[in-house]
């Protein structure tokens, strides 16, 4: 029996009972029930109850007059309206009169027990601040609970923000680290995945924590119980093997019910010890973070599947085709000596490094018979050619993993002065990954010997390019061109002609 009693006022003897059972079947709390308004009152002014629950639409004294005069008695004692869904807008202006909460019928057990949950909870919190009367300090003192726990939520919105935009794993453990020490104001904080019985440290803040062995330290019984622990004062740090100083809390992250890593806090700013609050967020803070790096494994998973699956295709194509075979690799190797000169983000990069390899990869619905023809193309035979990129956007696109590739393989044969295929885009119209792309792809086609046409040399193809500039090119992107090692002539030393590329496209 823990204590706690209840007041049911409703005018309706099926649902007192009924909630009666939900609330006496919780933790044994005990009730107490009044058929109407009235009686109700005469049980608040005789006993005293944690909580009482009135029924809105009563004869006589309705749920609102209930709610006043308990006011008057007790403006400490929490009420919560009990109401039909019909008059939800009711209970809502109930709540502003001062009502603590309300509940819908039918009753859902599990939202009257959190509602339960909730109000004791928050009284504990008052009795704890020993909020009695009007008293200044302790209203001074709530105030300041409550500032911190505004403060706390509105860090917890920002950090579930930031998280939210992280899918490096890395960056996302080195975020964690120092979000908590803001979070919990420590000074030492460090964070380490669990591998082969060590503690493999990733990111630390205000301490020099290393990998350990996890064996005979207090990491070992985190890893059995799954839940965070607490360390007293004295007890052995399990990285320095010396008595704490200074209270030690650490969390285990768990995916799918393994401990993955362990987020350590220690050294708090002012000197004090861990309170339950600081646990709660550091659980919250862990618990999403868990969640974020599971989903990132999940879309690791399913994306390497596909990375993998298009790789084959890929080959596939380079098999039919012995012309075009390293011709994806070394354009994407040119292209991204560009993206490198024009100082393109990461991401950019790694769309250049997919998109580059499968930029041909609609070539996969071109006939053998025009694909690998010797000699020259007749019109139709290039007209089907013409169709890869649709092909291969069409390929890519219902996986919606890469839109900037998609971009890549079907804008790579656009030209500048808007006579590219497929669609006839101009300038800038064109994304920008594909007017780089378009360059490496022709300058590494212009380089290979074809069946009926031997090779330029690279002062040739330079020639040729600066010719096409605001025809065929981006005169900025040849810009760019000239200051790679490429561009420069130092990859034709390497590569000497006989990587061969098809003739069929780039006839045209
Ligand atoms: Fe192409």
């Known amino acids: 029996m823990n204590g706690n009693k209840f007041l049911i006022i409703d005018d309706d003897p099926l649902t007192r009972q009924l909630l009666s059972d939900i609330l006496c079947s919780i933790e044994g709390y005990r009730t107490d029930e009044a058929p109407n308004g009235m009686v109700g009152i005469q049980e608040?002014?005789?006993?005293?109850?944690?909580?009482?629950?009135?029924?809105?639409?009563?004869?006589?004294?309705?749920?609102?007059?209930?709610?006043?005069?308990?006011?008057?008695?007790?403006?400490?004692?929490?009420?919560?309206?009990?109401?039909?869904?019909?008059?939800?807008?009711?209970?809502?202006?109930?709540?502003?009169?001062?009502?603590?909460?309300?509940?819908?019928?039918?009753?859902?057990?599990?939202?009257?027990?959190?509602?339960?949950?909730?109000?004791?909870?928050?009284?504990?919190?008052?009795?704890?601040?020993?909020?009695?009367?009007?008293?200044?300090?302790?209203?001074?003192?709530?105030?300041?609970?409550?500032?911190?726990?505004?403060?706390?939520?509105?860090?917890l919105q920002a950090i579930h923000a930031e998280l939210d935009s992280l899918y490096d794993n890395n960056k996302i453990y080195s975020a964690i680290v120092t979000m908590a020490t803001k979070l919990l104001m420590v000074r030492e904080a460090s964070f380490g995945i669990i591998e082969d019985g060590y503690l493999k440290v990733k990111k630390t803040i205000g301490t020099k924590e290393r990998d350990i062995a996890i064996g005979d330290t207090f990491f070992e019984s985190i890893l059995k119980t799954r839940n965070y622990y607490l360390a007293n004062l004295g007890e052995k740090n399990p990285h320095t093997g010396e008595p704490l100083a200074y209270p030690f809390l650490s969390i285990p992250f768990v995916i799918k019910d393994v401990v993955f890593g362990l987020l350590s806090l220690a050294?708090?700013?002012?000197?004090?010890?861990?309170?339950?609050?600081?646990?709660?967020?550091?659980?919250?803070?862990?618990?999403?973070?868990?969640?974020?790096?599971?989903?990132?494994?999940?879309?690791?998973?399913?994306y390497n599947n596909l990375v993998n699956s298009l790789k084959a295709l890929v080959i596939s194509i380079d098999a039919r085709d012995p012309y075009t075979r390293f011709h994806s690799e070394r354009v994407t190797a040119y292209a991204l000596q560009i993206a490198e000169i024009l100082?393109?983000?990461?991401?950019?990069?790694?769309?250049?490094?997919?998109?580059?390899?499968?930029?041909?990869?609609?070539?996969?619905?071109?006939?053998?018979?025009?694909?690998?023809?010797?000699?020259?193309?007749?019109?139709?035979?290039?007209?089907?050619?013409?169709?890869?990129?649709?092909?291969?956007?069409?390929?890519?696109?219902?996986?919606?993993?890469?839109?900037?590739?998609?971009?890549?393989?079907?804008?790579?044969?656009?030209?500048?002065?808007?006579?590219?295929?497929?669609?006839?885009?101009?300038?800038?119209?064109?994304?920008?990954?594909?007017?780089?792309?378009?360059?490496?792809?022709?300058?590494?086609?212009?380089?290979?010997?074809?069946?009926?046409?031997?090779?330029?040399?690279?002062?040739?193809?330079?020639?040729?390019?600066?010719?096409?500039?605001?025809?065929?090119?981006?005169?900025?992107?040849?810009?760019?061109?000239?200051q790679t090692p490429v561009g420069k002539g130092e990859e034709t030393k390497k590569n000497k002609p006989g990587i061969l590329e098809s003739g069929a496209e780039n006839a045209s």
């Open 267 to 302: 050294n708090k700013v002012d000197g004090s010890s861990f309170t339950d609050d600081d646990i709660s967020l550091a659980l919250t803070l862990v618990n999403k973070t868990a969640l974020r790096i599971e989903n990132n494994v999940l879309y690791e998973i399913i």
């Open 44 to 155: 608040v002014k005789a006993n005293d109850y944690d909580i009482v629950f009135t029924d809105l639409t009563m004869p006589e004294l309705n749920g609102l007059g209930v709610l006043k005069e308990i006011q008057k008695i007790n403006p400490y004692l929490p009420v919560v309206v009990v109401t039909g869904m019909s008059t939800i807008d009711v209970a809502i202006n109930v709540m502003k009169e001062g009502a603590n909460d309300f509940i819908t019928k039918p009753f859902k057990i599990k939202t009257i027990t959190s509602t339960v949950e909730r109000i004791l909870g928050e009284k504990r919190l008052l009795n704890r601040l020993g909020l009695k009367g009007n008293d200044r300090e302790s209203i001074e003192r709530l105030n300041a609970e409550l500032f911190k726990k505004l403060q706390n939520i509105n860090l």
């Open 343 to 482: 100082n393109l983000s990461e991401d950019e990069k790694d769309a250049i490094k997919f998109g580059g390899y499968l930029h041909d990869i609609g070539k996969i619905g071109v006939k053998d018979r025009i694909l690998l023809k010797a000699g020259p193309l007749t019109q139709s035979e290039l007209d089907q050619v013409r169709q890869h990129p649709i092909i291969g956007d069409n390929i890519i696109r219902p996986l919606k993993f890469f839109p900037k590739e998609q971009e890549i393989i079907r804008y790579h044969h656009e030209r500048y002065d808007g006579t590219g295929y497929p669609e006839g885009l101009a300038g800038e119209q064109i994304p920008l990954l594909a007017r780089i792309l378009a360059m490496a792809d022709s300058y590494h086609a212009m380089t290979s010997s074809r069946p009926y046409r031997k090779a330029m040399t690279h002062d040739q193809a330079i020639a040729e390019i600066k010719r096409g500039v605001n025809s065929q090119f981006d005169g900025k992107i040849l810009e760019a061109f000239l």
